[in-house]
């Protein structure tokens, strides 16, 4: 039997550099996702009092994520010819200066000149987000692969906490000096963590190619296609919540909008309290048997907060409180394990674990989250006005669980390939095979006696060849989906 060194997965076998680097990028998520959610409590209003329309405002929230999307593909493939750590800082710096900008908007003039500038800004901070986003999970992916699970989830975790905070800090400084001061003064603050991390981050060691990834043919491994889907309804649905949560509890309790804020807060500490946890499972696990029971979580618990109209079931405050937060917990194990099941996806596809690669990686999964984002919204209001928020969350309810049947299938594919392997040889020792938990067998080697002659021993080793060739017609590695699907 074969002995092979596990990595130890655990954020305390970082060393010092990888540590510097895990906080500077943590620290960034935190001020960019701070910045960015800040808006949504407070633009409306002013927008209204300069004469917008309720559709342009949709379309000024539509346009960040869409812009997102296209900026994720683009910037997935430069991340190769740039240095990953400057496109991190000129992000991050792009968005502080869109938000200092928009603290300015109380001055600009009402009518199409407002909704042209606020648009503008708006896309802004879109360009600068996906720049960030793509080229730090690629820095997270690329300097820390062994401990891939846990690093994300402390940078998700600081983007939680970035959309926590966001409210009370954006409307308590509102509350002191009106709409420009939140804005100016978190996007002086986000300048501030851009420069410090010129001088903190130590230099990048991940191997960086002579040629950009390419999206192809990765993007169209069935498995990939999966976990994308997978990323766009989880997304779509969030963002569906997010918009209508506050008006649907106005609706059932008559909860203004601070009493609905709480939900929100609650939900989003689920989301951090259980990261970790989910990363354990991953490491007992894989990351395709997280999404499948995450999925269900996520189902169950997303039509019960409508609940749908077939169920018998009036709700309390405290089992509304209860269904999001359940919620909100199976989606973090959802999220969590995306990038690493198509990290691996990547590597069994026979791509190089470097910047080139994890970029295209990076891009995949902000790409269509960002997608997720747009639909939402843009499907979920048309739905919600014909068939009513019932119905709605229990049509996107029913895509999540349709997505958890899914996986199971995977899953149960995988461990009868990894089953129908067992006892073999694994002929490769590749790095791909370096990067999965599946135990390492190897065939019986026949240790020749020193009596036989050399026309023996190679007739031998021609006859076990044979056996095992006509025993078993896949190419056998470690990865059990490394067969052609």
């Not at 990028?25 to 209204?48: C, D, H, K, N």
């Not at 989606?331 to 691996?344: E, K, L, M, Q, R």
């Amino acid at each position: 039997m074969s002995e092979e060194h596990t990595p130890n997965k655990s954020l305390t076998a970082l060393d010092r550099r990888q540590r510097i680097i895990l906080a500077v990028i943590s620290v960034l998520y935190f001020g960019e996702y701070l910045v960015i959610s800040m808006i949504a409590p407070l633009l409306p209003l002013t927008a209204r009092a300069k004469g917008m329309t309720d559709w342009q405002i949709g379309l000024v929230f539509a346009a960040t994520w869409g812009v997102a999307f296209i900026g994720s593909l683009i910037n997935g493939k430069l991340v190769t010819y740039c240095n990953p750590k400057m496109m991190n800082f000129f992000g991050v710096l792009l968005t502080s200066l869109a938000s200092l900008a928009i603290g300015a908007l109380y001055w600009v003039p009402s009518g199409t000149t407002f909704l042209v500038v606020t648009l503008s800004l708006r896309v802004t901070e879109a360009i600068g987000l996906s720049m960030f986003a793509v080229s730090a999970y690629a820095i997270i992916v690329s300097e820390m692969s062994d401990q891939l699970q846990a690093a994300l989830a402390t940078t998700q975790a600081f983007m939680a906490l970035g959309f926590i905070v966001a409210p009370p800090i954006g409307g308590g400084l509102y509350s002191v000096s009106g709409f420009w001061l939140p804005f100016m003064s978190m996007g002086g603050l986000l300048m501030i963590f851009a420069f410090g991390s010129l001088f903190v981050m130590k230099d990048l060691q991940g191997t960086m190619p002579s040629s950009a990834g390419s999206y192809f043919p990765l993007v169209l491994r069935p498995k990939v296609i999966m976990t994308m889907f997978h990323t766009l309804v989880a997304s779509a649905g969030f963002r569906f919540l997010e918009t209508y949560q506050t008006l649907d509890l106005h609706d059932k309790y008559g909860w203004a909008a601070n009493q609905s804020a709480w939900v929100y807060a609650a939900s989003a500490l689920s989301f951090v309290l259980t990261l970790f946890i989910w990363v354990k499972v991953q490491h007992w696990t894989s990351p395709a048997i997280v999404i499948s029971i995450c999925s269900f979580g996520i189902g169950i618990h997303y039509a019960m907060t409508g609940p749908p109209p077939f169920i018998p079931l009036i709700t309390k405050p405290w089992m509304t409180y209860l269904f999001y937060v359940l919620y909100t917990a199976f989606y973090s194990g959802a999220i969590t394990a995306i990038v690493p099941d198509v990290h691996g996806q990547a590597l069994v596809s026979g791509y190089s674990d470097d910047y080139g690669t994890n970029g295209i990686i990076s891009a995949i999964f902000h790409a269509t989250f960002d997608m997720g984002c747009v639909l939402g919204p843009a499907l979920g209001s048309p739905m919600q006005k014909e068939l009513g928020y019932a119905w709605t969350v229990f049509i996107w309810a029913s895509c999540n669980i349709f997505i958890g049947i899914l996986f199971i299938g995977r899953v149960i594919y995988e461990g009868i390939l990894r089953n129908h392997t067992s006892g073999f040889e694994v002929l490769e020792n590749s790095e791909k095979a370096r990067r999965t938990s599946f135990p390492l067998v190897e065939w019986p080697r026949i240790k020749p006696s020193s009596k036989q002659s050399q026309s023996e021993r190679t007739h031998l080793t021609e006859e076990t060849n044979k056996k095992s060739t006509s025993n078993n017609s896949f190419a056998y590695s470690r990865f059990p989906s490394d067969v052609n699907e």
